[in-house]
């Protein structure tokens, strides 16, 4: 939110500091993002007078005035605008003056005529887009006043960040109100008197759905003129706050919103059908908003409707049938407090995001309605006349949200600041926030005051007495209970060990959302019931992700087109499943793999990677369970992997996590080629290991016999493994694969593994005749189980 201190100085004291003042707010919560000038640098613009325009004698668009420039001095100007008279007060850059950009006006001759000087517009000056034409400046700016003093463009701006909590204070009111806190001035403001009704028109009002709408505040004002300007100074307030003038009758509503918080809209009153309810939405109800967009209504949505039809989506848009049109003379001006729940996410399904969206979202005072109707009414009156109607209030007081008293102990205050507040520094932070104290013998009762939706919990409290004695304020101490770290368990693999194995073998940790795009999430995984955000931050990220890999893929598609030829990521976080209406969260480890095996180098070819080489950074993981045996990888399908070229990897008899390649298809849709390699372990499983503990070691030699084994095509390294390891027993130390071979000699459907044996027993030398014996246990279990052959 931007804000110029001028309109802020008006409700509270601001100094002559403008460094302390941004360092107060940020420390006291308002972070403070920027600090600028109401306009951007110019010099030698003053207040300029027309007094007489005549028509140019070589050009029919041109005009030539005597414009009056102060002390009794006058100037020739040669001027262009649609709007310049006589009477006119508009900015004048003498010769010499500087304008925004660097643009130096000098002596002209314009058709041969001299013109000394320029009249400027808005536009020319960088305060905005403005009215066609000359800037229209107030006639009760001296002639010849320096316009930058004249307007105080040297005003400071400054934009501040609100968290989510505190939407009490987007407003001038509202942080009015942290500055008279933090400074102990008083809070001022201007007056804010009624105004008294003209006649008796007013609009009925019904209150459908008084859980989501408790008080609509409405009036009815007839006779305004349409062709009314919006003063300078309201136009030049909203311009700092940036917004730009759409005319009074919208500009008043935007002008109240920011000034007291309290968003309101302006109805044509012609457009609306007898009475206003304010009710849900019923099915197949559409509505045009002012965008234009055209929306579908669902049930929960709250609207402002007339007789006929739904005329406004409530707390985010107004209706474009019922909005205000250039010849506009009666309108019906709305102020309401809608509940936060009713409007939360509402606008986001359609991607529209408003100032009265955000505001209501995080709570408006239910108090200020009146408040607000009467300052629009009196400003509008003001700029456009028109006869008021009476400001009528329409409560459901059931509704309306009642503050709980809070109960705030003196030992939970210092337990948590970690110093001893004086309870009278303390009762009198609470009361100037606007908040009722009671005293206690141990502490105090708060009550919150109506604006405030943020205080619920006795921790609240101690966050605002915190703040507003001052950060700065509060020591640097010692914690007064000894710092005991907790045991690491040997019997499990922590996640940071694994993530450091994949950093060796040159991954990059990647950090996504757990909540993904439906659409890229549907693709990989059809069919599966993902969890549904009921407030997402944006459609793309409207769904919990079921898999990591959602994430990674689109990481790799951002890096892919940042023209990165070799990309490894991997991530660690929960996903979340659904089964039997059951939803389960599940700590993963996932990674990605995409392009060369090895990064560019001259010792080596650049050969593409392959599932192996994700497969050996997979098994790199599993051996840190210390029992890399217990896995197993199995042949299996998953739609959003390659057929045959993806398997699922067990630990015992428990599916533990997938691998493979991405479906050629995805991989072409998504323009990642070749097509990357993923794999997915959930930690529940993975991670328990064995515990360390001392073994002997064999004092005597190891043996190695080779043995190649004619089997199926089918047939996996795991079953061969399996095989072996039972003949074999306990003289069994390592097996390894070095040769796979399928060609001349080997029978179609079939091939040849050559596997290395490496045996060895603790208590002797083996001999021979015990290698043989375990070699031929060995062909005998091949053959039984995998109906193995054997090659010399």
């Known amino acids: ?117 320029m009249l400027c517009s808005a536009r020319e000056l960088g305060l905005g887009d403005g009215p066609d034409g000359l800037l229209e400046l107030p006639a009760e700016l001296a002639t010849g006043a320096d316009l930058r003093a004249a307007l105080d463009l040297d005003d400071t701006v400054l934009e501040i960040n609100f968290t989510p909590n505190r939407g009490d204070a987007l407003s001038v009111l509202g942080l009015a109100r942290e500055l008279a806190v933090l400074s102990g001035a008083a809070l001022e403001g201007p007056a804010l008197a009624p105004l008294p009704a003209a006649s008796g028109a007013r609009l009925p009002v019904t209150l459908q759905a008084p859980s989501g709408c408790a008080r609509f505040g409405g009036r009815v004002i007839r006779g305004l003129n349409p062709a009314a300007p919006t003063p300078l100074w309201m136009r030049e307030r909203l311009r700092r706050a940036g917004l730009r003038s759409l005319g009074p009758l919208v500009d008043v509503t935007n002008y109240v919103m920011l000034e007291l918080g309290q968003p309101m809209h302006a109805y044509d009153l012609r457009q609306l ?88 979202e995080r709570g408006v005072d239910p108090a200020g309605q009146g408040r607000a109707l009467e300052r629009a009414s009196t400003l509008l009156c003001a700029i456009a006349g028109g006869t008021p109607g009476p400001a009528e209030l329409v409560t459901e007081a059931a509704y309306l949200p009642v503050h709980a008293p809070i109960r705030l102990r003196r030992s939970y205050l210092a337990r948590l600041i970690g110093i001893e507040v004086p309870p009278a520094r303390v009762a009198a932070i609470l009361g100037a926030l606007g908040l009722s104290v009671e005293a206690l013998p141990d502490g105090w009762s708060v009550i919150a005051p109506s604006w405030r939706f943020d205080l619920t919990q006795e921790a609240d409290l101690v966050e605002e007495v915190a703040r507003v004695y001052g ?65 997402p931050i944006s459609a793309e990220l409207a769904e919990m992700r079921v898999s990591l890999w959602p994430g990674l893929v689109k990481a790799l598609g951002e890096n892919a087109r940042r023209q990165q030829t070799r990309v490894r990521l991997f991530e660690h976080g929960a996903k979340f499943t659904s089964q039997d209406d059951e939803l389960e969260e599940i700590n993963c480890i996932a990674g990605v793999a995409w392009g060369p ?39 299996d399908s998953l739609s959003c992997l390659h057929p045959g070229r993806s398997a699922r990897i067990y630990r015992g008899a428990r599916a533990c996590g997938w691998i493979g390649e991405l479906h050629p298809e995805l991989a072409r849709s998504l323009e990642l080629s070749p097509a990357p390699f993923l794999f997915e372990l959930e930690l529940n499983i993975t991670s328990s290991a064995r515990l360390p503990r001392a073994q002997e070691l064999s004092r005597f030699p190891a043996v190695r016999r080779d043995l190649a084994a004619v089997v199926d095509e089918v047939s996996t390294f795991s079953q061969l493994r399996e095989s072996v390891t039972v003949a074999a027993f306990s003289l069994l130390r390592e097996l390894k694969v070095f040769d796979v071979y399928r060609g001349q000699g080997i029978e179609t459907g079939r091939k040849s593994v050559a596997l290395g044996l490496i045996l060895q027993d603790k208590s002797k030398t083996l001999t021979d005749a015990d290698v043989d014996t375990v070699m031929t246990a060995v062909r005998e279990r091949l053959k039984q189980d995998l109906n193995a052959t054997f090659r010399d």
């Open 1 to 117: 939110m931007k804000l110029g201190l001028k309109w802020l100085s008006e409700w509270a004291s601001v100094g002559d500091d403008v460094a302390a003042l941004a360092a107060r707010l940020t420390m006291a919560g308002f972070e403070v993002e920027g600090v600028s000038r109401a306009a951007e640098p110019f010099s030698g613009v003053i207040v300029a007078e027309v007094l007489a325009t005549a028509r140019h004698p070589q050009a029919d668009k041109l005009s030539v005035c005597r414009v009056a420039v102060g002390g009794g001095a006058e100037v020739q100007i040669v001027c262009g605008a649609k709007n310049v008279r006589p009477g006119l007060k508009a900015p004048l850059a003498r010769v010499g003056a500087t304008l925004p950009g660097g643009v130096v006006i000098g002596r002209a001759q314009l058709r041969g005529v001299d013109s000394e000087g």
């Open 273 to 360: 059908d007898t009475r206003i309810d304010v009710r849900f939405a019923r099915a197949g109800e559409q509505l045009e908003l002012l965008d234009g967009s055209l929306i579908a209504l669902e049930p929960d949505m709250l609207v402002i409707a007339d007789a006929s039809a739904p005329v406004g989506l409530a707390g985010i848009m107004g209706g474009k049938k019922s909005g205000i049109a250039p010849d506009t003379t009666d309108v019906f001006l709305e102020a309401a407090w809608f509940a936060p729940a009713v409007i939360a996410g509402r606008g986001r399904r359609f991607g529209v995001l408003t100032d009265a969206s955000q505001r209501f």
């Open 471 to 535: 950060y700065n304020e509060i020591p640097g101490i010692d914690a007064p209970m000894p710092q005991r770290p907790s045991a690491v368990p040997e019997g499990e693999v922590s996640t940071a060990r694994l993530a450091l194995s994949l950093v060796e073998r040159g991954y990059s940790e990647a950090i996504n959302y757990t909540f993904v795009d439906p659409a890229l999430q549907s693709r990989l995984f059809p069919g599966a019931v993902a969890l549904k955000l009921a407030n």
């Open 597 to 635: 095996a090895l990064p560019e180098q001259w010792g080596a070819a650049r050969t593409p990677g392959d599932f192996y080489d994700l497969k050996a950074d997979v098994e790199a993981l599993l051996a840190a369970s210390g029992t890399p045996a217990e896995f197993r990888f199995v042949a």
